[in-house]
């Protein structure tokens, strides 16, 4: 039976990569279910970078950040039901960055910061994407922040609000002055972009999506690990 599983998909790429060995073995497709990226405000700031609207990109942020219940024994707080805000919220950016910027990353340094019941509640990455390009991660579980990413370049740059569910995409010019906002108007439940995508792959008989990749999602697999690692 085919497979689209809620992010994070795997705790870490040890898994991934038996799960997805055997998925291929049997001829089934399999996908990790990443919605934010088949939203359409999020594709048209990856257009814009992509088409060179903001001239060469020279760094990113992303941010998100809330303050659930605090309830450890919630699913945001309890390890035994993958909390954490790298499970939560983190796995975003290490989808939405490599893929908005077409770039993979290459290297991560973490400071992370343990809620009571032991999950990481609170993290700055700092990546280093292909070609060299410097990119910071803020995500927290332990207050409500300015979420956006920015992607910054030497023609201007592009400012998504709440990029992990995205409804508006802006373009600033080199003199700060907007030149261009997006605004999806049409979604009404964004979650059937990434269930189309899955459709679509199954009837054509592949294993993967081209959007979500396996490959993506083991790496993402990958750094959720190591984040999980600087909290020992």
Known sequence: MPVLCE??????????????????????????????????S???????????????LVCADFAVGFAPPRDMSNRYFNPALGGGAANDLTVYA?????????????????????????VDETEALLLSLSSGLPATVRTTLASRIEERMTLCGTRGRIVVPKPHMAQTAIL???????????????????????????????????????????GATLRAAEYIRQIHEALR
């Open 172 to 214: 600033f010019d080199a003199e700060e002055r907007e030149a261009e906002r997006f605004v999806d108007s049409r979604t009404q439940n964004g979650f059937v972009y990434e269930i189309e995508e899955a459709m679509r792959c199954i009837r054509a008989g592949k294993l993967e999506s081209a959007v979500v990749p396996h």
């Open 42 to 56: 999020l594709r048209q700031a990856r257009s814009w970078l992509l088409s060179g609207r903001i001239g060469e």
């Open 7 to 40: 992010k994070a998909m795997f705790s870490d790429e040890r898994e991934a990569e038996r799960f997805f060995g055997i998925a291929k073995a049997r001829g089934v497709f399999s996908m990790e279910a990443l919605w934010s990226l088949f939203l359409p």
């Open 94 to 118: 290490l989808h939405i960055l490599p893929w908005v910027t077409g770039r993979t990353i290459e290297e991560m340094s973490a400071r992370v910061v343990a809620a009571p019941s032991g």
